[in-house]
């Protein structure tokens, strides 16, 4: 009998290692609307990056739609996103990252695939230093989805990524052209993530002229980037010998915004 079992396990894995890689992903339901005539399409997705297209299975019949011609694809969130996201938001990057890995490949640019692997590379650039991998597992999906590195789900940790890795001349050009083009609140925040270059590299007085105290005065009604602006820009100023417009900074920051992380930062001393 522990033979036939042994000969049985053996057959499988050899079976499982012959099958092609999307027999093995799970099969996702949901719409694709296409663009231009707006029509849906339902049943089982899958994108095949090699032909940049969607297959739509439905009642033993496929179809096929080019990415061009998408205007959105709509499925249902799955179900262990949420823990996953809960891990990384906790720390609990190891715990985290199968799951993260798993939803990664099977929704491959079926709309949660950047959410995942957004939280995939902060696991990989906070928990385990990585990030070079960070920045790979970024650049797979805006191979395919070029403006996910301009998204709000995607572009901060990727950005973080790059500048983690010394990839300077990259990231100011992407940080350029989403200043230039991109939404008001991007731009903010891209403008933030320029002065961290400066203020690394210890140009100070281009960290806060370009990159915070443009933020705090130009982008004051983006209220959820004001706290870091406000105290980046009063480290700038102490370096700069201007401590009377560094407590500025941080009176602005404790009144307005008490109970920001960065508030906090300040009041601890850090």
Request: glycine share 6%; charged share 20%.
């Amino acid at each position: 009998m522990k033979t036939i079992t042994s000969q049985a396990r053996l057959f499988c894995a050899i079976l499982l290692c012959c099958l092609p890689a999307s027999a093995l992903l799970a099969q996702i339901s949901g719409n694709v609307i296409q663009k231009g005539t707006g029509q849906t399409l339902s049943g089982q997705i899958r994108y095949q990056p090699a032909s940049r297209q969607y297959v739509v299975t439905a009642q033993g019949r496929s179809l096929t739609v080019p990415l061009d011609q998408v205007a959105r694809v709509e499925v249902p969130k799955p179900g262990n996103l949420d823990n996953a996201l809960q891990a990384v938001a906790a720390g609990r990057y190891t715990a985290a990252i199968p799951t993260l890995e798993q939803i990664r490949r099977d929704y491959l640019m079926l709309q949660w695939d950047v959410v995942a692997t957004r939280a995939l590379a902060e696991a990989y650039l906070k928990g385990m230093n990585d990030a070079a991998r960070a920045i790979r597992m970024c650049e797979e999906i805006i191979r395919d989805n070029p403006q996910a590195q301009f998204s709000g789900e995607l572009a901060n940790i990727y950005w973080e990524a790059l500048m983690a890795d010394g990839r300077e001349a990259r990231l100011r050009s992407i940080l350029t052209q989403a200043i230039q083009s991109g939404s008001r609140e991007l731009a903010a925040i891209a403008q933030i993530k320029r002065g961290d270059i400066d203020k690394q590299n210890g140009d100070f007085r281009n960290a806060l002229i370009d990159g915070y105290l443009r933020t705090v005065l130009l982008f004051r009604q983006i209220s959820h980037v004001q706290p870091e602006a406000l105290y980046k820009a009063a480290e700038c100023f102490t370096e700069l010998g201007m401590t009377t417009h560094a407590e500025r900074m941080r009176q602005d920051l404790l009144q307005n915004f008490p109970q920001s992380s960065w508030a906090q930062r300040l009041r601890a001393g850090s």
